[in-house]
């Protein structure tokens, strides 16, 4: 049990006095935190908590690759995303409370992380998978994120060497976001190297994995989160599965978006997002704000419409006392 479940076991005590009776277990919760955030932060901690207020009785599981707070910050820069997928989707399995399923919500690069959960393992099952700020197309921009601390001079010439050269072996074994760096005008250095998004995305010629599309099709819902004024993400619209068209040399300051619906993985239906929106379970929403600016307004209706339904099968009636 990790520290963050501790808390919401102890936040979960139920009051007798004013509390909400309910005959039937809300479905649990799995979160995947954000670059630089750590699985039981602050902020981790109080949005548990606000959770387990809306949903008495919910269990909640935050996502770690490591235990240690510091080391796990870290491990959202450092590492090979595809191995840290594995681990989790061992350490999911582990967990006994969650083995009929859960919903999860992955803020940011947890967002596609949790993702590739669903296409490669889902077992438990996940019901409804919602992203904040997610870079379901990548991003093109590994400058315009901040990330090493000023006192971190490793993480520094890391991430030079990233930016110099993004599809080495190297930067796509080591560090984390060059393993969702997608430049449209140089789609075959990333088709080639690129192991983690390419993969999930089943955009490598020939090796299409029927499993993912299997797999990401059967979700209840995709709750796909856009933030208005997001500019570390970029475009933005890669949250809603939206790419930069390649650059157009007549107009070279044109950026043309491609939205979800237009991309060839959709068109294709080459990971099941075609399917899984046809049967209404893509949902767009849009939150006004910066990236990751997490206001009530924003979160708040998500966690109530999408997170904690009955446990399939249980009635849910609930009785105000
Ligand atoms: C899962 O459980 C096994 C058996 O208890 C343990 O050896 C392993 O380290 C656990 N894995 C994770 C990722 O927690
Ligand atoms: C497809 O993905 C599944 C789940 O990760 C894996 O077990 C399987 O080996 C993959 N198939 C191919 C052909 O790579
Ligand atoms: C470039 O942009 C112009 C103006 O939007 C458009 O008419 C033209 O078709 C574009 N060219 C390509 C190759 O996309």
Not at 17 to 28: D, E, H, I, N
Not at 69 to 94: H, P, T, W
Request: with cysteine; glycine share 8%; hydrophobic share 40%.
């Amino acid at each position: 049990m990790g520290l963050l479940n501790l808390l919401l076991a102890l936040a979960a005590v139920p009051s007798i006095l004013g509390a909400v009776v309910s005959t039937s277990t809300p479905r649990p919760l799995v979160i995947w935190h954000g670059m630089g955030d750590s699985h039981a932060s602050p902020g981790m901690v109080e949005f548990g908590e606000v959770i387990a207020e809306i949903h008495p009785g919910i269990f909640i599981h935050s996502v770690y690759i490591e235990e240690d707070q510091e080391e796990d910050r870290r491990a959202g820069f450092y590492g090979n995303v595809n191995e840290q997928v594995d681990f989790v989707a061992e350490q999911i399995a582990n967990i006994t409370e969650l083995k009929d399923g859960f919903d999860a919500i992955g803020f940011s690069q947890g967002g596609q992380f949790l993702r590739a959960y669903v296409e490669r393992y889902n077992s438990p099952p996940v019901h409804n998978l919602i992203t904040f700020g997610s870079q379901h197309m990548g991003i093109i921009g590994i400058s315009d994120i901040p990330t090493c601390r000023p006192w971190d001079l490793m993480c520094q010439a890391a991430r030079r060497a990233a930016k110099s050269s993004v599809y080495s072996h190297w930067a796509q074994t080591n560090i984390v976001q060059a393993q969702y760096y997608r430049d449209p005008d140089r789609m075959d250095s990333y088709l080639a190297s690129n192991k983690f998004l390419a993969d999930i995305n089943n955009e490598i010629p020939d090796t299409h994995n029927t499993t993912y599309a299997k797999n990401l099709a059967i979700l209840n819902k995709l709750v796909l989160v856009l933030f208005s004024k997001d500019v570390t993400v970029v475009p933005k619209e890669s949250s809603w599965f939206g790419s930069y068209a390649p650059s157009n040399e007549t107009f070279p300051g044109d950026k043309k978006v491609i939205p979800m619906r237009m991309q060839e993985l959709y068109l294709h239906d080459t990971i099941g997002l075609k399917r899984l929106d046809k049967g209404g379970g893509v949902v767009f929403r849009t939150c006004d704000g910066v990236h990751m600016q997490l206001t009530d307004d924003c979160w708040r209706p998500l966690v109530e419409e999408f997170v904690g339904g009955a446990v399939r099968g249980t009635p849910s009636l609930r009785i105000q006392v």
